[in-house]
């Protein structure tokens, strides 16, 4: 009897034991983890959080669905990430509009709103117009638009959003006032760029790659890339230096990041598996052969890189106007 009794007992405390929180935890992930997209499906930050969703499957063994969530100049996706619960169960791509958002009032999220895993992908801006269009060049573009103020419309994201930055830092580097061609928000390049196809709007700032089956297509045509030199992927594209002598050069990037507070063993091995997927065949040729940059920051280093960005982008958005 006393032999049972301690038995149940001994049962008891081990069951207690590993009620308790930490006791024995399965190793994470035990169940699907939901990757955030802040952008329209078909633009290139889908298109690289896809490649990186499928290759993290492998790495992790289990599933990761891609899910975007648009609207509000990005502010509707970024926040998702932001609000999730930071278990490692949801975590997210975020972009260089969280250091454009809360200058202009949108929001108050920053890039110190996350816990951040690591820096992947930087493009610089390209300028877009249908394949028809008549200007041989960017220089002949500018022309135009300085020519016939309010009659060329322009588009590629959000209100206030990096490629809307892109266009008015051009045009404003040009002597021309940035309204002078209206912009018209999309959730995304690719939303945009359908949208110069079909006669909405003239002129899309986005990434080249962003553009690249369009302009494979004999769709569009890219005219000049805002860069300090020409793109490996498009070697014959000029920069807008070359092409026009305006020396403005602007890109967005795309990193990976979980909601503040992700547990430190949870961020390791995280970490772990962007680095070997980041130096992965799969990743780096899906990457080369759209034309999309690749950049690799992890933890502390992409903090520092968000830091610089998010300062930068608040001077340029206050001479220009764009901040609140």
Request: glycine share 12%; proline share 6%; hydrophobic share 45%.
């Amino acid at each position: 009897m006393r032999r049972t009794f301690l038995k149940t007992l001994v049962a008891a405390a081990a069951a207690a034991t590993l009620a308790l929180p930490g006791a024995a935890l399965a190793a994470y992930p035990e169940r699907p983890i939901t990757m955030i997209v802040p952008w329209g499906a078909g633009g290139g930050t889908d298109a690289t959080a896809r490649i990186v969703g499928s290759l993290l499957e492998k790495e992790l063994g289990q599933p990761v669905n891609v899910v975007n969530r648009t609207g509000g100049s990005g502010v509707v996706g970024h926040a998702a990430i932001a609000d999730a619960a930071p278990d490692g169960y949801t975590l997210g791509i975020i972009t260089v509009e969280i250091g454009m958002m809360h200058w202009q009032g949108l929001t108050q999220l920053t890039y110190e709103s996350y816990t951040p895993l690591a820096l992947m992908n930087i493009d610089p801006a390209g300028v877009q117009v249908r394949a028809d269009a008549p200007y041989k060049d960017v220089k002949e573009l500018l022309a135009a638009i300085k020519a016939n103020p309010g009659k060329f419309k322009a588009s590629g994201t959000g209100q206030g959003g990096i490629w809307h930055l892109a266009l008015a830092g051009m045009l404003a580097m040009d002597g021309i006032p940035p309204n002078a061609a209206p912009w018209v928000p999309s959730n995304g390049a690719a939303p945009g760029l359908q949208d110069l196809v079909a006669g909405g709007v003239e002129v899309v700032t986005c990434s080249v790659p962003e553009a690249r089956s369009l302009i494979d297509a004999g769709r569009v045509k890219s005219l000049a890339i805002m860069a300090d030199k020409r793109s490996d992927a498009f070697p014959d594209l000029p920069t807008l230096k070359e092409a026009a002598g305006i020396d403005w050069t602007l890109g967005a990037w795309r990193g990976f990041a979980a909601p503040k507070g992700l547990p430190a063993d949870i961020q390791d091995k995280l970490v772990a598996a962007l680095d070997k997927i980041y130096k992965s065949a799969e990743f780096q040729d899906f990457m080369k052969g759209r034309g999309f940059g690749v950049s690799w920051a992890p933890k502390d280093e992409f903090v520092a890189f968000m830091k610089q960005s998010n300062e930068s982008l608040g001077t340029v958005m206050k001479e220009l106007g764009l901040a609140k």
